[in-house]
C-alpha cells in the first residue's frame, strides 16, 4: 500500500470558482496596449468635403456671371433694371422669346453686376442696385423697341409690381419716373426724316451729323429749329 501510494500521480488541480472568476477579472480589466481596435462610436471621423466642393462651384459660378456681364457691356446703348420677385421661370421663358435679338435678359445678384460694371460709365446704375433685379442690355440704338417688349408682357401679366427700378442710357442714370423719355424718343429714322425735312445746309453737314448719338442729333434738331423760329420772328419784324 506504501509503494503504490508512492507512485501515485496527483491529479491536476482547478481553481475554486472564485479564483477563477478573479483571473478573468484582471484580464479583461487590463488592456492589451498592442491592440489598435477601438469601439466604432469612438472612431475619428472623416472630414466631410461636401462644403469645400460647394464653395469652390458658387465661386466658379459667380465669377462666371461676372464676366457673362462684362461681355454684355461691350456694344451695349442702354442697361435697365427690373424687379422681378415673383416671377416664375416659365414667364422669364416667355419674355426671352418676345426681346428683339438685339436685346439680353440675365438674371444676376445686384453685387455682381456692380462688380462687373466697377470702373465704367455703368457705374450709375448704383441707385437700382436694391432688392431683386433682372438686367436689360440693349445692343442697339432703338431704345424704345427694346423697352416695348416688356411694356406689352407686364401689362398683359398684370405685373404692377415688377417695374423697372432704373436705367442708364448714354452715362445718365433715369429712375422709374423717367422712363417715358427713354420709351417716347424718336426713333433713328424718324430723326433722321425731320432732319433732312428741315436742314436746309448742304449735304456733307447733313452726313457729319447723321453719325452722331440719338441724343445729340435731337438737340441739334432742336437747336436748328429754334433758330429757324428765330429767323422768322425777326424777319416779321
Given at each position: 500500500m506504501e509503494a503504490a501510494?508512492?507512485?501515485?500521480?496527483?491529479?491536476?488541480?482547478?481553481?475554486?470558482?472564485?479564483?477563477?472568476?478573479?483571473?478573468?477579472?484582471?484580464?479583461?480589466?487590463?488592456?492589451?496596449?498592442?491592440?489598435?481596435?477601438?469601439?466604432?462610436?469612438?472612431?475619428?471621423?472623416?472630414?466631410?468635403?461636401?462644403?469645400?466642393?460647394?464653395?469652390?462651384?458658387?465661386?466658379?459660378?459667380?465669377?462666371?456671371?461676372?464676366?457673362?456681364?462684362?461681355?454684355?457691356?461691350?456694344?451695349?446703348?442702354?442697361?435697365?433694371?427690373?424687379?422681378?420677385?415673383?416671377?416664375?421661370?416659365?414667364?422669364?421663358?416667355?419674355?426671352?422669346?418676345?426681346?428683339?435679338?438685339?436685346?439680353?435678359?440675365?438674371?444676376?445678384?445686384?453685387?455682381?453686376?456692380?462688380?462687373?460694371?466697377?470702373?465704367?460709365?455703368?457705374?450709375?446704375?448704383?441707385?437700382?442696385?436694391?432688392?431683386?433685379?433682372?438686367?436689360?442690355?440693349?445692343h442697339s440704338e432703338e431704345i424704345p423697341a427694346a423697352l416695348k417688349p416688356y411694356r406689352t408682357f407686364q401689362k398683359e401679366k398684370k405685373l404692377e409690381d415688377n417695374d423697372f427700378t432704373g436705367a442708364v442710357f448714354e452715362g445718365k442714370y433715369y429712375a422709374p419716373s423717367d422712363f417715358k423719355a427713354l420709351e417716347t424718343l424718336p426713333t433713328r429714322a424718324e430723326i433722321y426724316a425731320t432732319f433732312l425735312g428741315s436742314l436746309k445746309g448742304p449735304a456733307s453737314a447733313v452726313v457729319g451729323t447723321i453719325q452722331a448719338p440719338a441724343r445729340d442729333l435731337i438737340m441739334t434738331l432742336k437747336a436748328y429749329c429754334k433758330k429757324l423760329e428765330e429767323g422768322e420772328e425777326g424777319a416779321a419784324q
Open positions: 501510494a508512492l507512485f501515485t500521480f496527483p491529479s491536476s488541480t482547478t481553481l475554486p470558482p472564485s479564483s477563477a472568476t478573479a483571473a478573468l477579472s484582471l484580464k479583461s480589466h487590463f488592456r492589451n496596449p498592442f491592440l489598435t481596435t477601438q469601439h466604432p462610436k469612438f472612431s475619428p471621423k472623416t472630414p466631410n468635403p461636401l462644403p469645400k466642393i460647394r464653395a469652390a462651384i458658387s465661386r466658379t459660378k459667380k465669377e462666371e456671371t461676372v464676366d457673362k456681364v462684362k461681355e454684355e457691356l461691350a456694344d451695349c446703348h442702354l442697361i435697365a433694371a427690373i424687379a422681378y420677385k415673383g416671377l416664375t421661370v416659365q414667364q422669364f421663358r416667355e419674355l426671352r422669346t418676345q426681346l428683339p435679338e438685339t436685346t439680353k435678359l440675365i438674371v444676376a445678384k445686384n453685387t455682381l453686376v456692380l462688380k462687373a460694371i466697377e470702373g465704367t460709365k455703368w457705374e450709375a446704375l448704383k441707385p437700382c442696385m436694391k432688392g431683386m433685379n433682372a438686367w436689360l442690355f440693349v
